[in-house]
């Protein structure tokens, strides 16, 4: 196995590690967001009202909460900025593959 590729599990076991410990261990935290609001403004409207959901798994709180969300954009611009990167390099090592072809 390249480096590279025990770089990559390394760190992708750490990100995995990071998301569930908080999980695990913190408890009691407020948890709010939009969603919270938004069926508080929805219970004003209709008193009637029911959710007809409920979640699969429910975070312990507000930080857990932006945990989740850190978690998820870090995610999301590691993958963002290793195919940018992947691409910048291509384009140079076609390059370079060129001007070897040629100085031959």
Known sequence: MSKNAK???????LSVIIGVLPLIFIKDSEFGGADGAAEEVIAELDKDYEAWYEPILEPPGGETESLLFSLQAAFGSGIFAYGIG??????????DENKDEIEK
């Not at 992947?86 to 390059?95: I, N, S």
């Open 7 to 13: 770089t990559i599990i390394i760190c992708l076991i």
């Open 86 to 95: 992947y691409m910048v390099a291509r384009k140079k090592f076609k390059k």
